[in-house]
């Protein structure tokens, strides 16, 4: 592990002592559609400190929550949060309609600006992502901190979710140029000389070492899992000589995949590290800067994510960041349920996962993948190519839009904007048809009763998470028959809500924690509206509490059927709000 991992050219500590000194910054790496966000930043405070009147028309405007009537809910709420976005939704259309499928946004370029990140937010993205793949340590610590600041100042509960880069093998980043077009029998020449100069035409560096010692004449070479296709033509020491076969753009850093004979191959690279270097000092950043998530790149086996909740528990004491696991690599479909157990949550990285393997067997593994999840109580986000033309254009495919219907009704916990939010011309475009294609599908569902045969098995391990279990189990069953309005969940480390969410019943599920990091997690799965509310050890206290600040607020009426279940008395109740 340790001579693969040096090979890759990110040098810097081992993982098992990452040290905290900072990489230089590339000046390529800054974002440059819309320029600098930290300036945007700075500007964006001041107007905040007082709260306007609700908003009584509320879809996609900022409600921001303290805006409640009257001084003494005022004072009361201090202790109360929701996010605006959803408080604005549960308001105009009644919560039995509020959006159940979680959106995460990539953000990039082209929505690093305060005012872009919070119209998405305002558009409903539940997590931000950060790709560590692309720009730098200030920009990314720039869009980590306006995500913060929206948060705290215009009451939305984001949660940030970092990507590290891995070990995959991709491509320089092209001198600087946006892009470039390799047209149909061109010779390029793919290297491992680094250059820091601009590189001469058709000259594209490769950022492994390995990559020459990899490959062989007659391999094929796949730019970003087939924009455009390359055949090994020839190697020269470092070089490899290589035709275009099939013609396309190049991005930077797009990532390079070797075929030989029909499947993907893996020598040397295969002894890559799932975490790099580089991934190390990205993670004590993101533990540095308090990110909600970490998602793992080409995770191949349990044992690194074992390795990094361990790491993450020392360093980043009381703080819990969940680590979520992508799938994108042929170890990792075979070793798919002990990374489902080991991780905090699944994603399913259909771009890299598709350069893969066969493109025709992706859909078949992401059922697989969000099923799997299901059982083992674990959240999961389909992701990639979306919307993938709504990049350019401002309305989706026809295909695109199937594709979304397909994962919501699959019932992933959440959807995954990538590029289209990134740098594409139309994010807030792209989130809208994220949000009413769920909607449209989600009352689809209800409406038609179509509860799956799905057979939920035992998943937990104590005794006392097997009561739990139990009566999420139950509570869910009963809401459905019972056509509650909504389930109230009140727990301390958001296990008991992630249980009444598997079970995906037909109503919402409020879930009340005092802690703001359970609740911006909690915004990752499924159907669940998490509340921060300061507790007490009286549940009815709790309830007669909860009830009068959600009425005050429209979020709840008299006579509203409700079942609440607590995690610290265990305790099931049914009843009608007074
Ligand atoms: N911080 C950023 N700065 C500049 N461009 C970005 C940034 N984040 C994303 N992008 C652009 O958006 C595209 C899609 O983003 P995405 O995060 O899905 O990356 P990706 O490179 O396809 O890799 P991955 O497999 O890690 O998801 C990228 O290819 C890149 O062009
Ligand atoms: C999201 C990601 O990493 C992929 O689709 O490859
Ligand atoms: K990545
Ligand atoms: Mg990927």
């Known amino acids: 592990m340790a001579t693969a991992a040096r090979s890759l050219h990110h040098q810097g500590p081992t993982p098992s002592n990452p040290s905290p000194h900072r990489l230089p910054v590339p000046s390529h790496l800054r974002p440059q559609r819309h320029g600098c966000c930290s300036r945007r930043l700075a500007a964006s405070s001041s107007d905040l400190t007082s709260f306007p009147e609700p908003d009584p028309a509320p879809n996609g405007v900022h409600v921001p929550w303290a805006a409640a009537s009257s001084v003494a809910t005022a004072a009361a709420a201090a202790a109360f949060d929701v996010d605006a976005a959803t408080e604005a939704e ?3 259309n009644g919560f039995r309609s509020t959006r159940r499928t979680k959106l995460v946004c990539t953000v990039g370029p082209a929505t690093c600006g305060a005012a872009e990140l919070e119209a998405l937010a305002v558009g409903g993205m539940n997590v931000a992502r950060v790709n560590m793949c692309h720009g730098d340590r200030e920009w990314h610590r720039g869009v980590i901190r306006a995500v913060r600041r929206l948060n705290d100042e215009k009451g939305f509960a984001v949660a940030v979710m970092m990507d590290t880069e891995g070990s995959e093998i991709h491509m320089g980043d092209l001198g600087g140029a946006s892009s ?19 590189l001469p035409d058709r000259i594209i560096h490769v950022n492994y070492d390995g990559f020459a010692e990899d490959v062989k004449a007659g391999d094929e070479l796949f730019v970003d899992g087939g924009m455009a296709r390359f055949e090994v033509i020839e190697k020269l020491g470092p070089d490899v000589k290589c035709r275009c076969t099939d013609p396309g753009l190049l991005l930077p850093r797009a990532n390079l995949t070797i075929w030989r004979d029909g499947s993907v191959v893996r020598e040397r690279n295969a002894m890559l590290p799932t975490i790099s270097s580089k991934d190390w000092i990205d993670i004590d950043f993101g533990i540095a800067e308090g990110v909600d998530f970490v998602a793992i790149s080409f995770v191949k086996s349990a044992e690194v994510i074992n390795h990094l909740k361990s790491y993450i528990s020392a360093r980043s004491r009381g703080s819990d960041i969940g680590v979520i696991a992508k799938i994108e690599s042929i170890d990792a479909l075979k070793n798919l349920e002990e990374i489902i157990r080991a991780s905090d949550g699944i994603m399913v990285a259909r771009g890299d996962l598709g350069a893969q393997i066969p493109l025709e067997q992706v859909p078949s593994i992401q059922k697989k993948i969000v099923r799997m999840c299901r059982q083992l109580n674990k959240p999961v986000i389909v992701a990639s190519q979306l919307l993938e033309s709504m990049i350019e254009y ?3 495919t026809r295909a695109e839009v199937a594709d979304v219907s397909e994962a919501v009704r699959q ?19 792209a989130l809208s048809v994220l949000r009413s294609v769920s909607l449209r599908i989600e009352r689809w569902w209800r409406e038609e009763k179509r509860h799956e045969a799905l057979e939920l098995q035992d998943v937990s391990s104590s005794f006392s998470d097997k009561i739990s279990e139990q009566i999420c189990n139950s509570a869910a069953k009963m809401a459905n028959n019972l056509g509650v309005d909504a389930v109230f969940v009140y727990t301390k480390d958001g296990y008991m809500a992630s249980l009444l969410s598997r079970c995906r019943p037909d109503c919402p599920i409020f879930a009340f924690t005092s802690s703001m990091s359970v609740r911006r997690r909690l915004n990752l799965q499924w159907g669940l509206i998490p509340f921060r509310l300061s507790e007490s050890d009286d549940m009815e206290n709790n309830l007669n509490r909860t009830f009068s600040l959600l009425k005050a607020r429209g979020m709840v009426q008299s006579g509203d059927l409700v079942i609440a279940l607590s995690d610290m008395l265990q305790s099931i109740q049914v009843m009608n709000v007074p």
């Open 90 to 92: 549960l308001r105009e």
């Open 180 to 198: 470039a077009k390799a047209e149909d029998g061109e010779v390029w020449t793919f290297s491992v000389r680094s250059s820091d100069t601009s």
């Open 394 to 396: 401002p309305t989706p």
């Open 411 to 429: 019932r992933a916990d959440a959807l995954m904007l990538s590029g289209e939010s990134a740098m594409g011309r139309y994010p807030e475009k």
